[in-house]
């Protein structure tokens, strides 16, 4: 059973930095894809940014392109997104989830393929 464990949410200024982590256990393959969505207060959850397991492709959000970098630690089964450059629109709750044997863009666009979602951790871009 996969499960992931998200952190490094916080409050931070607008321009300010954060990273997040996602670590992933249980996985029982090296091919899989690893993503961030975000689900701002009273909003639906979004496709921030994923990747690929084995090659590092990675998609991402036409609003954060530029400003965030999605890796991964396979060594680690970590998935790492830095976030530079925050705005207030980038509140909201982070949220990793995981499928096994498809690739990032699956995951980005076809929830309904998703095998496992963490708990999200809090992120407020805030003066």
């Known amino acids: 059973q996969v499960q992931l464990v998200e952190s490094g949410g916080d409050l931070v200024q607008p321009g300010g930095s954060l990273r997040l982590s996602c670590a992933a256990s249980?996985?029982?393959?090296?091919?899989?894809?690893i993503g961030w969505f975000r689900q701002a207060h009273g909003e639906a959850r979004e496709g921030i940014a994923c990747i690929n397991s084995h090659d590092g492709a990675a998609v991402y959000a036409d609003s954060v392109k530029g400003r965030f970098t999605i890796s991964r630690d396979n060594g680690k089964d970590i998935v790492y997104l830095q976030m530079n450059d925050l705005k207030p629109e980038d509140t909201g709750v982070y949220y990793c989830a995981a499928v096994v044997g498809a690739h990032a863009e699956v995951l980005f666009r076809q929830w309904s393929r998703v095998d496992a979602w963490g708990q999200g951790t809090q992120v407020t871009v805030s003066s």
């Open positions: 249980g996985l029982t393959s090296d091919y899989y894809a």
